[in-house]
């Protein structure tokens, strides 16, 4: 039996080398994104963002979550930049305008919540 010896190169081709620089920026924005989701009540938030422009108390009606936790949370999400608010007379509306967020709620959304957040 003939042994071959083991070759040093590499015969499939390889994508192009990546701009490290992009992909760690990259990385960071990932993971603070990321970071903002990994909070159950900012995540059940963001949710029923997704679904259109709510105020507090809507929020609070439909979530079950009470008023101080909600404004701490909904604090958070508006310094991330993940939602903006608007003032009508006494009522603040939160919409969401995050992409990101958008599109890694959507994935979520169709993996695990369709049952719980119809629509």
Do not use: W
Not at 67 to 78: C, I, K
């Amino acid at each position: 039996m003939k042994v071959t010896e083991p070759t040093t190169e590499l015969t499939r081709p390889r994508p192009p080398k990546p701009d490290l620089a992009a992909l760690q920026s990259s990385a960071n924005q990932a993971c603070a994104l990321l970071k903002v989701l990994a909070h159950g009540d900012r995540l059940i938030i963001l949710c029923r963002l997704a679904q259109g422009e709510f105020c507090v108390g809507e929020l609070e009606e439909d979530l079950g979550i009470r008023q101080p936790t909600l404004s701490q949370q909904l604090g958070v999400l508006r310094q991330e930049g993940l939602v903006t608010t608007r003032r009508e007379g006494k009522h603040i509306f939160y919409k969401l305008v995050s992409e990101d967020a958008l599109a890694v709620l959507t994935v979520l959304h169709e993996r695990m919540c369709s049952q719980a957040m119809p629509g």
